[in-house]
C-alpha cells in the first residue's frame, strides 16, 4: 500500500480517509476518517503509534481504520 498516500481507501462499505500527522522528534501518527455514504462516522488523529515514515504511517492509519471498521460492521450485525 506504500506510496498510495493521498488515495482513499474503500473497506466493507466505508471509506477510509488516511490522516497521518508529523508529531515532534519528526516521527509520524496515525490519523484517519472513516465515512460511510459521505458522512464521517469515526475519527482519530495523533494516535500513540508512531513511525519513522508517512509512507509507514499512511499505511497503518489504514489498517486501524480497518480494524475499527470490522467493528462497527459487528456491531450491526
Do not use: C
Not at 519528526?26 to 495523533?46: C, E, F, M, P
Not at 519513522?52 to 504511517?57: E, L, Q, V
Amino acid at each position: 500500500m506504500s506510496g498510495q498516500n493521498n488515495q482513499n481507501v474503500e473497506y466493507r462499505g466505508y471509506v477510509i480517509v488516511a490522516k497521518p500527522v508529523q508529531g515532534h522528534d519528526d516521527l509520524w501518527h496515525d490519523g484517519y476518517q472513516i465515512l460511510k455514504a459521505g458522512a464521517s462516522v469515526s475519527s482519530r488523529t495523533n494516535t500513540e503509534s508512531a513511525h519513522a515514515s508517512a509512507n509507514t504511517a499512511y499505511d497503518s492509519s489504514v489498517e486501524f481504520a480497518k480494524i475499527e471498521v470490522d467493528n462497527l460492521v459487528a456491531l450491526t450485525e
